[in-house]
């Protein structure tokens, strides 16, 4: 029909089909050209979706991610804090006893304990306190001797040092134990 119009006017045939041709070609390319471009932009509103879906999730994960690290951070500086106290505390009181052993071996001060008197052997047993003018409840202070004071003095120290390291223990397992209670 077309051509049949075309063919009145003047134009040749195949000037005619050439034209239809190319019309329906064009037409067809155009169309093809609409339903890729429909596609990608929908497939681009898909992705965005997608990506503003994880971007979200993200945020999220990563906001929570810094209240547990910030909660974290407080926990490591209070521990951090509580032994560095200690170890002062510790180094002060090591010092103290360091110069203490010395000053109890050198002479310069005395350890004084409480003696009781012994029981006395009669007839082959012991009876204990049973010696004339000497109240078995009642004792007597004596000094030790520099090297024994000293090192019965050590003893408190390798006890302060114990408790020191048990203070430390404690401190460390009630700050994760406030973690992981506070955790939701």
């Not at 082959?124 to 090192?151: I, K, Q």
């Not at 003893?155 to 700050?175: M, P, S």
Request: aromatic share 6%.
């Amino acid at each position: 029909m077309i051509a049949a119009l075309l063919l009145r006017l003047g134009v040749a045939r195949w000037i005619a089909w050439t034209a239809l041709a190319g019309g329906i070609a064009a037409s067809g390319l155009w169309y093809r050209h609409a339903l890729i471009e429909d596609g990608v932009a929908l497939d681009k509103a898909r992705s965005d979706k997608v990506i503003a879906a994880a971007n979200t999730a993200a945020s999220t994960e990563q906001m929570r991610l810094n209240g547990e690290l910030s909660a974290l951070r407080r926990v490591y500086l209070a521990a951090v804090a509580d032994l560095t106290k200690m170890k002062k505390d510790y180094d002060d009181e090591k010092a103290i006893s360091a110069q203490r052993q010395l000053d109890l071996l050198a002479g310069r001060e005395r350890l004084r304990v409480l003696t009781r008197p012994r029981p006395t052997v009669a007839n082959g047993s012991f009876e204990s306190g049973t010696t004339t003018g000497v109240d078995p409840a009642a004792g007597v202070e004596a000094d030790l001797d520099g090297r024994a004071a000293a090192w019965i003095d050590g003893l408190r120290t390798e006890r302060n040092a114990v408790v020191a390291r048990l203070n430390a223990c404690v401190a460390d397992y009630d700050a994760l134990a406030a973690y992981v209670n506070s955790a939701p």
